[in-house]
Every structure is written in structure tokens, then in C-alpha cells.
């Protein structure tokens, strides 16, 4: 089993925590993991993207560069990896912020206004916990429950219901599916 | 089983200094290295050690050189450009026979670069970079767990035989996240017996110096010669080298760092489609696995260098087969990874066509 995973986004959106978060739980899931973040000049607003790879034997290189799925949280990260996905791969779309389609034929697209969900939630913040609840749910590379005992894990300063709040979200983005 | 932590690169070298007994540490910030004083500045307060954002690189240096001539157990860090400012005070840490121990996460160059991780810095740690005849230990982690538990080996080796050591990381290794588990036991250095050589307060004892230089005539050839027996000690001992699926290999890629691991997803393409590929990771870089070498060169006959570098490990390989084999190269500068399908397309054309050499350079 080897799942490459590339997560992008505007600075601030929550790509670096989201791939530290997978990599914790599939670490807790007893695989063997890597992350590894864009780095540098780096800010809110600006653009931040990392790579996980969630696999069952050791990982060679960190750098996912075809991804099994591609997480794509706004316009500018659809533009630059929808054409790194595998052939057969997934993408996951953030549909409350991406307009445009993608284009190819030969992948998978899971559409998540996940925007949208957080605010539903009560907290706008939490909508990449919506995108990363999707993405379980779609490749069962990891459960949503090992994501879930991971966040405090990561998070240590995170109140309860903070936590209580991430998994929600986790858990209503586990509820879209692929057509 | 120790519980596994999911840490970064930097991370793991800092806490794995402060548990092998550092406690003084000096540096200036450089991408990608800044976790590295960013986590000493509060895990050595926390130990009972102690701190400093220096105004520069050579300050920083220069710090460490005094730490260490009190037997204290110390540390600098910083990334290629950084290194370059710290040549002078290696050069004079090694003529002082000081063991200070520096961490380089290596980036783009030469000048300033960019900051993506890269192995352009080879010569300078193995050469020793700095002016005058002398070495420096120097270990090249594969991966975080290496980042965690090199430091501990380092601090051995160079208060041992009193040399500089060197963790020689590139950029990858520093910023990626894996799971750690931190093998050697926890030194405190209280416990630690004073060098019979290091500076202190103490006014009951014989005067004791620390320098670098010897201007009466011939003495410092006597000095030199003298560390040099340390250094023929340390290369019969200490060298370390790691082999993956060599017993029945044809082919031999010589890789350290991030190039070794793109180097096993490589090989491993490469035994799936029917080429007998082995790897062979040299550890120490220097001492250099050389005698190892020419033992496989007996069988092998092709050995493939793999480097994010235009090759300068390649030369400690020819150096080391002497003519014995084939010594081919993949050479990737620039401060990019290569791919292993790329590592792969390299190793079919030489089984193929048997061509000499192989520069990815584009």
C-alpha cells in the first residue's frame, strides 16, 4: 500500500497542519509516513502546499511529485497540480473557492465546498479538517477516527471542544462521495 | 520499544545534540536550518545550558571554539552560505584539536543560491574547507531517525580523538517529518570526565593551553604529524557504511543523504524489471568507506554515483577503485531531486550501451 498525497492552499488555510496531522495518524495507524512542507518565504495569503506519503513498507523520497491525490484547497493550486495527478488518481476540489473545472479525464474529482461546511460548523478555520475527512473517506488510506486521535497529539494546546469541533468537521467531510 | 514521535529533520539533530550531553550552542539563522536554534533556544535553557543568537556566522564559530576549549560539549549550525563564514574557525578548531561539532543543512550554491536542499557541500565538509592540512568527522543522515541519533556518534568521535565533527544534512532531510525513535542512552554531561586538556578556573594544576599554531621551526610538522595518527586511527575505525541487496548485484549505486533514499526506490524499479542493482550508502564521508569499495570492486564491475551535486563524491569513488571498475555518474545540481525513474533511465543505458558517463545536467 503507498498513498502520495499533495496538499495545497493559500498561507493561513491550514495545508501544513492538515499534513502533519496525516502523517501523525498514519504513524498511530502503524504505517510508515513522511511529510514534507513548501518552505521559505511563506506567509498568509501567500501560497503553501506539503507532501505526505502514508505507506505500508519504507518511504524512499519525501517529495510526492505524481500524487495519488492532489488536495486542492484554491484557484491557483488547482492551475498548478491537477496535472501531477497519477493517471487513475484522485483530486479533491474546494469547491467553495476553486470556479473553474478541471480538465482531465483520466482522474478521479471529488468536489468538497468545504468552505462552506466549516462555516456551517460555526468556524471557517476548520474547513481544511472537512477537506482531510473527504480524503479519508475516499481512499481509506487512513480512517477518520485514527485522524481524529491524532489531533491532540499534534495539538496539544488545543481545549477539548476545539478538538470536538475539528472532528466534526472531519466527520461531515467524510460524508461526500465520489459519483 | 521507545514510543515513536513524528519530528522534523532539525528537530531530531537538536534534541538529539542536547541528549548526547550538548549544552552550549551558537548560531546565526539560514534557511533551511532555522528549527535548529529555534529549538535549542528553548530545550537548552530547559537542560542547564545555554544559548546565543550570534550577530554572524563567525561569531557563532568563534563561540563554539571557546565552549569547546572548556571540555563543554557544543554546537553551531547553519546552511551552505553559512558554512562558507564558518571555514575560518573550523580551520582553526582543527589546528587547536578542539571537538566541536556543527550541523550543515546543505541548500543551493554556490553563492547564495536558493533554499531547496542540496549536496553541493561534499568538498567542503570532506576537504576540509577551511586553510591548512586537516579533517573533520563527518556522518550524512538518511533520514530523520539519523538526524536523532548521528549527534551521539559525533561527540564520541571528537572528543575521542579531539577533531571537528560535522552532521552533513541537505534540506530534505532538515525539513522533512518522520517517525523518530532515539536509540542511545541520554548522556548527562555532569557525569562526563573533564579532558585532561581543557581550559577552566582551576589554579591547582599544570598551565594548560590551547592554540593553533607552533612558531618554532619544525614544530609544527610535529603537530601535524601527531593528529595525523589520530586521523589514520579514525579512518580504521570508525568508518561507517551501510549496503542494501548487494550480495548478488551487478551493478553498485554509491549514494548518500536524500540521494540514497530516491537511489532505493530506484534500485527497486530497477531489480523489478531484471537489473541486479545494490546500493551502497557511505555514512561516514569521511573517513570514506574506501577500502569496502575496492573488497566489492572485486565483483562489481559498475559502480553508478548518484548526487545532488555536479559529482564530487564521484571523485572519492575513483579515488577509492583506482581504475578497478567502472565508475559512472548521476549527476543532479542545482538544488533539485532527482527522480528514480530518472536514476533508473541512467542505470539502463549504462547496462545497455555501457557509456561512461551520465551527467543529468540540463
Not at chain 2, 296 to 307: A, D, G, N, Y
Request: aromatic share 8%; charged share 20%.
Amino acid at each position: 500500500m503507498y498513498q502520495g498525497i499533495r496538499i495545497s492552499g493559500f498561507g493561513g488555510q491550514g495545508v501544513i497542519s492538515a499534513g502533519v496531522l496525516l502523517a501523525q495518524a498514519g504513524m498511530m495507524e502503524g504505517k510508515e509516513v513522511s511529510f514534507f512542507p513548501s518552505y521559505g518565504a511563506e506567509m498568509r495569503g501567500g501560497t503553501a502546499n506539503c507532501s505526505v506519503v502514508v505507506a505500508s513498507d519504507e518511504v524512499s523520497t519525501p517529495i510526492v511529485s505524481t500524487p495519488d491525490t492532489a488536495i486542492v484547497l484554491n484557484e491557483p493550486s488547482l492551475v498548478k497540480f491537477e496535472p501531477t495527478v497519477r493517471p487513475g488518481g484522485l483530486l479533491i476540489v474546494n469547491s467553495s473557492l476553486v470556479n473553474s473545472k478541471p480538465t482531465r479525464t483520466d482522474i478521479k474529482v471529488l468536489y468538497v465546498p468545504c468552505n462552506q461546511v466549516a462555516g456551517e460548523l460555526g468556524n471557517g478555520k476548520v474547513m481544511n479538517m472537512v477537506a482531510l475527512g473527504a480524503f479519508a473517506a475516499a481512499t481509506g488510506a487512513i480512517s477518520v477516527d485514527a485522524i481524529a486521535r491524532a489531533l491532540p497529539k499534534v495539538y496539544k494546546k488545543l481545549k477539548p471542544e476545539v478538538i470536538e469541533l475539528n472532528v466534526k468537521a472531519l466527520r461531515r467531510g467524510a460524508e461526500f462521495k465520489l459519483n | 520499544m521507545a514510543e515513536k514521535k513524528l519530528m522534523k529533520g532539525n528537530e531530531a539533530l537538536a534534541e538529539g545534540a542536547v541528549r548526547a550531553g550538548c549544552r552550549f550552542f551558537a548560531g546565526y539563522p539560514i534557511t533551511p536550518q532555522n528549527e535548529i536554534p529555534e529549538y535549542m533556544s528553548w530545550r537548552l535553557p530547559q537542560a542547564g545550558g545555554a544559548f546565543v543568537q550570534s550577530e554572524s556566522e563567525v561569531s557563532a564559530i568563534n563561540m563554539v571554539y571557546g565552549a569547546a576549549a572548556t571540555g563543554v560539549r557544543c554546537m553551531t549550525s547553519s546552511s551552505s552560505p553559512g558554512m562558507s563564514l564558518k571555514q575560518e574557525g573550523i580551520s582553526y578548531a582543527a589546528g587547536a584539536d578542539l571537538p566541536i561539532f556543527i550541523g550543515n543543512v546543505m541548500r543551493g550554491g554556490p553563492g547564495l543560491g536558493n533554499i531547496a536542499g542540496a549536496q553541493g557541500d561534499y568538498w567542503q565538509a570532506t576537504r576540509g574547507g577551511g586553510h591548512g592540512d586537516y579533517r573533520s568527522f563527518v556522518m550524512a543522515p538518511n533520514g530523520v531517525s539519523e538526524m536523532a541519533n548521528f549527534p551521539h556518534k559525533c561527540y564520541e568521535v571528537s572528543f575521542k580523538y579531539r577533531i571537528p565533527s560535522m552532521v552533513l544534512a541537505d534540506g530534505i532531510i532538515g525539513q522533512m517529518m518522520e517517525p523518530v525513535e532515539f536509540t542511545n542512552p541520554e548522556i548527562d554531561p555532569k557525569t562526563l570526565v573533564e579532558p585532561d586538556w581543557a581550559l577552566g578556573t582551576n589554579k591547582d594544576r599544570a598551565k594548560r593551553i590551547v592554540k593553533s599554531y607552533d612558531l618554532r621551526e619544525g614544530y609544527l610538522e610535529v603537530m601535524v604529524n601527531e593528529r595525523v595518527k589520530r586521523y589514520k586511527q579514525i579512518e580504521a575505525s570508525e568508518t561507517m557504511y551501510e549496503e542494501k541487496m548487494m550480495d548478488d548485484a551487478e551493478i553498485a549505486i554509491v549514494a548518500y543523504g536524500t540521494s540514497a533514499r530516491v537511489s532505493v526506490a530506484a534500485m527497486k524499479l530497477a531489480r523489478e524489471k531484471g537489473l541486479k542493482v545494490g546500493l551502497f550508502r557511505p555514512i561516514t564521508l569521511w573517513p570514506f568507506p574506501k577500502a569496502r569499495l575496492v573488497e566489492l570492486s572485486k565483483r562489481i564491475k559498475k559502480f553508478l554515483v548518484v548526487e545532488m551535486s555536479l559529482g564530487q563524491m564521484v571523485e572519492d569513488v575513483q579515488l577509492s577503485l583506482n581504475g578497478r571498475s567502472e565508475v559512472h555518474l548521476h549527476a543532479k545540481p542545482g538544488a533539485s531531486v532527482m527522480t528514480a525513474d530518472e536514476v533508473y533511465k541512467t542505470m539502463d543505458a549504462i547496462v545497455k550501451k555501457g557509456a561512461k558517463e551520465y551527467a543529468a545536467v540540463k
